[in-house]
Every structure is written in structure tokens, then in C-alpha cells.
């Protein structure tokens, strides 16, 4: 990354009060997934089978995957400035809520339902920073920008993660995660007290306001709008592909992990192994965002996201096939970086195509068919699951898609800054 661009984009207050709010916000969202660790139904790397990896990502991404793009009507309708306030405020009261749900010991239906609505809120506070970030920085400096915000997200994600594992390991039990939420909760409130610094109509929406009462034709005029800017579709379309290779390499690793690499009762040990492709996919997530601003200045958007699937697609199968904790970290770091680098150039893409007034729709469509294909790439891997040479058939499928993705990708032709 081009430390002189960096400096410009810092520069400005608004994008940094905005990088603030998603780095506090997410890290009470870490603070969260750790808080939920204890429960197999909200851990994915804990489930013991293919299945219930399938399982565990539907009950956290599709509900608001369904949702999502009513909610984004609101993000045009509303200020997204009282959306980031209130919107944090709300999570800190349903954290209030899970609190006491956890305190008298509901388990079952009540904590399912608490949760749900903990990530669905989430989900649209980050929908609201995305479709609010044009507002923060000049044009030009856009690839910069998505460059920063997603990857400063996920590493304070991480940050608040491990101190939530920590705290709670070192208080144990129950009252572990109940101190883990308190400290989610304070994360929350910091990010709503930097999110008031904004003036009221500062990110927007601009343009005509519909009337709440439309919503359901206003969610029509989003697809039609987006039908009508193609290569922000097909922004779209690629990260979304990207993302199943990505659900199926995580069920994949959680499947080796569990029951090749470590015994079945080794618990312990294939968490930390999970942790370890996390972290690694997290680091090259981080590599791509600090290359991805500088190589799209150079060789264009379309041809810097081609040639990273492509690059993933070539290394993905020997990482898989290996069998082993190092060959699954080299995967990681492929799909990592492949992952933020088509993220980075696709979110710039949709801001640059989409009219303010369109945006949060847009984005909330964006953010659907994400979680969707997510769900699709773990679902795919569950239902071969228990077949011969499965690391085969994953690692060759994964390669397979990366590469017709690589071409959708090539077909964009919006130039760089």
C-alpha cells in the first residue's frame, strides 16, 4: 500500500471517526463470538461433523441473508449517522438481554433467538459503514479506503476474539462468558458514542427519500438498479462465488481437524489448529489489503482480481490434498488473500456504480448473496461428506470454481483510479 495514499486517506476526520466505530464495533463482535464459543449450535470449528459445520453457519448467516435487503431500504430511507448510534445502542441492549438469558441458564430456543437477533443487528451496522464510507473520503481514494476498513474490521474482530478466550478461560465457566459480554457491551457503547460525531445527514442518505410504506417496491427498485449497472453486478457475483470456495474450505478444514489430523476426542488441539488457519487466513487478508491498493493503480481492477483466484485456484488443491495442518495453513493464506483482494476491488466497484439513493439496498443485496453462497460452499461439502477421498474431491472442486470465477472476474472493465 502506498504509504502517501494512506496518509491522504487518514488524513480525512470523517473516514477516521468511521474506522473507529467499525474497529470498536467489531471488537465487541469478537468479544461476542467468544462469549458464544461455549455452545456448539454458535461454533462452527466445534461441530463434529460436516453436517453440523452446515448447520451452525445457516442458523448464524441466513436469517438476516433473508431480512437483509428490506433492512437496506431502511439504510436509504434513514439517517445513517441515528442508524450507527442507535443502531449500537441496541446492540448493547440485546447483549443486556443475552446476558440475563445466559445468567438463568435458557440454552434451547430463548438463546437461539437472542442470538440471532445480536447478529442480524450486527450485520446491518456493518451494511450502514460500507454504504456510508463514500461519504468519508474523496472519489480517487476509494480503493484505499476499502483497503483499510475491512481489514481493520477483521483484526480487531480477532483482537476482541482471543481477549474474550482469554478472560474467560482465566475466570472459567459461565461467569466467563457473562464478564466476556459485559466487555462487549462497553465496545458497543464506545462505538455509538464515536458514531455521534457525525452530523445527522453527514453519510448520507442524499437524494429523494421514499416513504417507509414503499419498502417492498423500494427493494424491487434496488434489483432493478443494480440490473442496470453490470459490472457492479458481477462485482457481486464474484465475490459471492469466491465466498462458497471459501464455506467449502472452511467445512473442509474443520472436517481434517476434527477427525484426520487430530483424534475425534482431541477437542483442544483441533480448536487451536482452527485458530491457526484463521489467523492465517487473517494475515493474508492483511498482505492482500496492503498490495491491492498499489497493483490496481497498476494492472486495473479486473485483471489484479483475476490473476489472485487465479494464483488460489493453482495452490488450493495441494493445501487440501496434503492431509496436514501445514498444507490447510498454505490454503488459508491463498483464500485469504484472494478473499480481501476481490472484496477490496468489488466494494469499490459497487460504491463507484450504485447512486447514493440505491446504496444500502444494494449493499444489503450484496451482503445476501454473500452469506448465501457462503452456506452453499459448507452445505456442498456436507452432502459429500463421508465419501472416498473427499479432500479430493473438495480440493479439485474448490480449483475448479476459483478459475470460472477468475473469469467472470476478467470480464469487468472499469479501469482504476
Known amino acids: 500500500m502506498d504509504l502517501s495514499r494512506l496518509r491522504e486517506v487518514l488524513k480525512h476526520p470523517e473516514f477516521r471517526r468511521l474506522l473507529g466505530a467499525r474497529a470498536l464495533g467489531q471488537t465487541g463482535d469478537g468479544l461476542l463470538q467468544a462469549a458464544l464459543a461455549t455452545f456448539e449450535l454458535f461454533s462452527p470449528e466445534r461441530a463434529p461433523t460436516a453436517a ?34 442507535r443502531g449500537n445502542l441496541l446492540r448493547v441492549a440485546v447483549i443486556g438481554a443475552l446476558w440475563v438469558v445466559l445468567k438463568t441458564g435458557q440454552t434451547g430456543f430463548l438463546l437461539a433467538l437472542v442470538v ?22 474523496a472519489a480517487e481514494s476509494l480503493v484505499t479506503a476499502n483497503a483499510i476498513t475491512p481489514t481493520t474490521g477483521t483484526i480487531c474482530a480477532t483482537i476482541g476474539g482471543l481477549v474474550g478466550l482469554g478472560l474467560r478461560q482465566v475466570i472459567g465457566g459461565d461467569q466467563g462468558s457473562l464478564s466476556v459480554l459485559a466487555v462487549a457491551g462497553l465496545a458497543y457503547v464506545a462505538a455509538a458514542v464515536v458514531s455521534r460525531g457525525f452530523g445527522h445527514d453527514q453519510l ?8 417507509l410504506t414503499n419498502v417492498v417496491s ?30 467449502a474450505l472452511t467445512a473442509i478444514a474443520v472436517i481434517l481437524l476434527r477427525t484426520e489430523i487430530y483424534r ?16 492465517t487466513a487473517a494475515f493474508g487478508a492483511f498482505a492482500a489489503a496492503v498490495w491491492t491498493p498499489r497493483l490496481v493503480r497498476r494492472i486495473g481492477i479486473p485483471r489484479w482480481s483475476t490473476i489472485t483466484l487465479a494464483m488460489a485456484g493453482l495452490i488450493i488443491p495441494f493445501g487440501v490434498l496434503a492431509t496436514s495442518l501445514p498444507g ?14 476481490v472484496k477490496v476491488c468489488a466494494d469499490t466497484l459497487v460504491q463507484r456504480q450504485v447512486d447514493d439513493v440505491h446504496r444500502g439496498r444494494v449493499f444489503s443485496i450484496y451482503d445476501m448473496s454473500v452469506n448465501v453462497f457462503l452456506v452453499a460452499g459448507v452445505t456442498a461439502v456436507a452432502i459429500v461428506a463421508g465419501r472416498a477421498r473427499i479432500p479430493g474431491i473438495v480440493g479439485i472442486g474448490v480449483a475448479v470454481l476459483l478459475g470460472l470465477t477468475a473469469t467472470l472476474a476478467s470480464r469487468r472493465s472499469t479501469q482504476p483510479d
Open 328 to 341: 490447510l495453513l498454505l490454503t488459508a493464506l491463498a483464500i485469504g488473500f484472494a478473499g480481501q483482494a
Open 116 to 137: 440471532l437477533i445480536a447478529l442480524g443487528v450486527a450485520r446491518f451496522v456493518l451494511t450502514t459503514l460500507a454504504a456510508s464510507l463514500p461519504h468519508t473520503v
Open 204 to 211: 448520507g442518505p442524499t437524494g429523494p427519500k421514499q416513504e
Open 52 to 85: 453440523k459445520v452446515a448447520v451452525a453457519f445457516a442458523i448464524l448467516l441466513l436469517p438476516y441473508s433473508v431480512l437483509g435487503p428490506f433492512l437496506g431500504t431502511l439504510i436509504d430511507r434513514w439517517s445513517r449517522r441515528t442508524i450507527l448510534v
Open 264 to 279: 475425534p476426542d482431541q477437542t483442544g488441539p483441533a480448536l487451536a489448529g482452527m485458530a491457526a488457519v484463521t489467523g
Open 218 to 247: 423500494g427493494l424491487g427498485n434496488g434489483w432493478i438498479h443494480l440490473r442496470s449497472r453490470p459490472q457492479a453486478r458481477r462485482a457481486i457475483a464474484v465475490v459471492s462465488l469466491q465466498r462458497c470456495s471459501f464455506g
